[in-house]
């Protein structure tokens, strides 16, 4: 279906890692150790995102992981920028 949604000014950390080059992984996971010496939990990544509602340890874990994102952009957009790349 098409819900005529349109996302605009998206920046995938994935892409990022690897068009930057240099890190040993591109998982969101080894970005935030590299960048501030911090060890996420996965274990809900592969979790049943789609049970209602979202037992609290799940709300945690996502909020934890969206958490270091804007921080990322702002390194990793301005490396980017450095090397002509963004």
Same mark, same amino acid.
């Not at 950390?13 to 060890?39: P, R, S, W």
């Not at 969206?66 to 990322?72: E, K, R």
């Given at each position: 279906?098409?819900?005529? %949604?349109?996302?605009?000014?998206?920046?995938?950390?994935?892409?990022?890692?690897?068009?930057?080059?240099?890190?040993?992984?591109?998982?969101?996971?080894?970005? #935030?150790?590299?960048?501030?010496? %911090?060890?996420?939990?996965?274990?809900?990544?592969?979790?049943?995102?789609? %049970?209602?509602?979202?037992?609290?340890?799940?709300?945690?874990?996502?909020?934890?992981?969206?958490?270091?994102?804007?921080?990322?952009? #702002?390194?990793?957009?301005?490396?980017?920028?450095?090397?002509?790349?963004?």
């Amino acid at each position: 279906a098409d819900f005529h %949604i349109f996302v605009v000014n998206l920046f995938d950390t994935y892409l990022a890692a690897n068009a930057l080059g240099g890190y040993d992984g591109d998982g969101l996971k080894h970005l #935030v150790g590299k960048h501030f010496g %911090i060890a996420l939990q996965k274990e809900y990544q592969r979790s049943d995102w789609r %049970i209602r509602p979202l037992p609290a340890p799940m709300l945690e874990y996502a909020a934890t992981d969206a958490h270091y994102l804007p921080h990322l952009y #702002v390194r990793m957009a301005s490396a980017l920028s450095q090397q002509n790349r963004l």
